[in-house]
């Protein structure tokens, strides 16, 4: 068991450009999840696929957002038209289904500066 | 909206000392999580509680899960500095939602 995993760890890019972040969930796991987590604040939820189904997503994801879990293994968050407050650490995480979900595993995180 | 608030913000020890930290809320939650997240990292899972006024034991922490299943609290005996870290209390979402949702945190250092 290697853990949840995210690519890039850090990425500094300019307002206005692109972004993609890569999460590699615990291989059985068939939940994926992606939260923010902003300086002095706790991980706020963004949105959750049961394997490749995306089932739910928070109003913080704007449509500048978008996930895809394409064959129900690995995870990609894109965010278009980067601005300065979508700085932040963006986390994944992973669970199985029978823990009701609620025993979540997390990544180590992207960190996302927008100059 | 639910919120879980937690407290103290902030705590500063030295090694060898006991301390509680809480985590509140006015809604029930199925189950209640503890995490504990070091700078630049994720948060590692700690512990989950499930039934109310369940004690669950992690060496020298033990979490508690209030009889109600609105509040948790975390106590730590004779700290170390390997203790020092952000603790994160985390409650199901509500209503068919998978989502977890996250106290603030208490920002604790243990000093040698």
């Known amino acids: 068991d290697t853990g949840v995993s995210q690519n890039p760890r850090h990425k500094i890019t300019k307002r206005g450009q692109n972004v993609t972040f890569r999460c590699d969930p615990i291989?059985?796991?068939?939940?994926l999840y992606w939260y923010r987590q902003t300086l002095g604040q706790g991980p706020e939820f963004l949105t959750y696929?049961?394997?490749?189904?995306?089932?739910?997503k928070s109003r913080l994801l704007s449509d500048r957002f978008s996930a895809e879990r394409p064959k129900g293994s690995f995870s990609t968050l894109e965010i278009q038209r980067t601005e300065q407050g979508d700085s932040a650490m963006y986390l994944c995480a992973s669970s199985e289904t029978g823990t009701g979900g609620y025993e979540q595993y997390f990544g180590p995180g992207t960190r996302l500066t927008v100059t | 909206t639910q919120l879980l608030e937690q407290s103290p913000q902030f705590l500063s020890i030295q090694e060898g000392e006991n301390l509680t930290v809480y985590c509140n809320s006015s809604?029930?939650?199925?189950?209640l999580q503890w995490y504990r997240q070091e700078p630049g990292e994720g948060p590692v899972l700690l512990v989950t509680v499930v039934t109310g006024g369940e004690v669950k034991k992690l060496k020298r922490l033990t979490f508690q899960f209030g009889d109600a299943r609105k509040d948790s609290s975390l106590h730590i005996t004779a700290a170390q500095p390997g203790d020092t870290g952000l603790y994160l209390c985390a409650g199901d979402g509500r209503g068919g939602s998978e989502k977890l949702v996250f106290g603030k945190g208490t920002k604790l250092t243990v000093n040698p």
């Open positions: 696929f049961q394997n490749e189904a995306q089932l739910e």
């Open positions: 809604s029930v939650f199925s189950s």
């Open positions: 291989s059985e796991h068939n939940r």
